[in-house]
């Protein structure tokens, strides 16, 4: 999930906390014993229990989701000659949320 443009990182983070994730439970004979990537969105299982680690709950799930989208919806297309330094705050605050969220913060 590196290496992702700010808005396509904040899309994949909006995409997992909207997932009701399902992690198939390998052979007990495996190797390592971790339950495998989400079918539906491919989410490691390390980052959704990291996610339940750092939130309250799955109700703060949708509101966040909503709100990372929203900031997503009016990322400009281009470079920005926008000086619209309070838009530019909201953008790196998502960012900086969904690399969180999927593990990416250094
Ligand atoms: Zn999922």
New binding site residues.
Partial sequence: MADLAPPETIRQAVT?LR????HPIPEPSAPIWTPEP?T??G?PYEVTTRIADMMPGPPLYKPLADLLDAVVEVWPDGPSRSTDTAASRRRTAAHQIAQQLLGEAA
């Avoid at 997932?19 to 399902?22: K, L, P, S």
């Fill in positions: 997992v997932c009701e994730h399902a989400c539906t969105c989410t």
